[in-house]
Antibody, heavy 120, light 111 residues
């Protein structure tokens, strides 16, 4: 069974840092492209960033609002995806979903999400 | 402001058909055949319903179909059922500098 379980969401002050994790099972993690998507309260979905497969070099790309502040990484030995978030802003408050990104540039597997609140 | 424009709401009675539009530009929807649609029941994981404009993943009912004309993509839900009530989002690939742009979402109500 394919599963992706996010964790690490928390309440953090503006300017702070947080690392989200996404534990993956049920498919070949090292061959998969992975991404993060977020949904702010009362808003729509927003693509955050993507990491290519480990076998493909693990190249990363980010949406403009998070570029330079967020970093996506992966650990194949733990089949876990990470999102390191630095210099957090109140507008980063959202539910963060990890997703599997397929070769058709669509996201075919989603986790349930983890909530990040940035507030003083 | 979302990059792609969707109507905020749509509705239909059980058994009817409803179409949701997703309008972008020649830099996203019109420039690539990489439009996907997601169904999201709040509080749950979103679900891929359509990819590459018209293709359905296995397990998605054939009541769901996608199309595109110029810079506008559309999702049609035929034979509406109560469980189709959800938020629907389109997404388009927009080139190597903007891998995924979403629409603002459409809340589909089954009357």
């Amino acid at each position: 069974e394919v599963q992706m379980v996010e964790s690490g969401g928390d309440l953090v002050e503006p300017g702070g840092s947080l690392r989200l994790s996404c534990a993956v099972s049920g498919f070949s993690f090292n061959d998969a492209w992975m991404s993060w998507v977020r949904q702010a309260p009362g808003k729509g979905l927003e693509w955050v960033g993507r990491i290519e497969s480990t076998t493909g070099g693990g190249i990363t790309d980010y949406a403009a609002p998070v570029k330079g502040r967020f970093t996506i990484s992966r650990d194949g030995s733990k089949t876990t995806l990470y999102l390191q978030m630095n210099s957090l802003k109140t507008e980063d408050t959202a539910v963060y979903f990890c997703t599997k990104w397929n070769r058709a540039n669509a996201m075919d597997v989603w986790g349930q999400g983890t909530t990040v609140t940035v507030s003083s | 402001q979302s990059a792609l424009t969707q109507p905020p709401s749509a509705s239909g009675s059980p058994g009817q058909s409803v179409t949701i539009s997703c309008t972008g530009t020649s830099s996203d929807v019109g420039g690539y055949n990489y439009v996907s649609w997601y169904q999201h029941h709040p509080g749950k994981a979103p679900n891929l319903m359509i990819y590459e404009v018209t293709k359905r993943p296995s397990g998605v009912p054939d009541r769901f179909s996608g199309s595109k004309s110029g810079n506008t993509a559309s999702l049609t839900v035929s034979g509406l059922q109560a469980e189709d009530e959800a938020d629907y989002y389109c997404m388009s690939y927009a080139g190597s500098n903007n891998l995924g742009v979403f629409g603002g979402g459409t809340k589909l109500t089954v009357l």
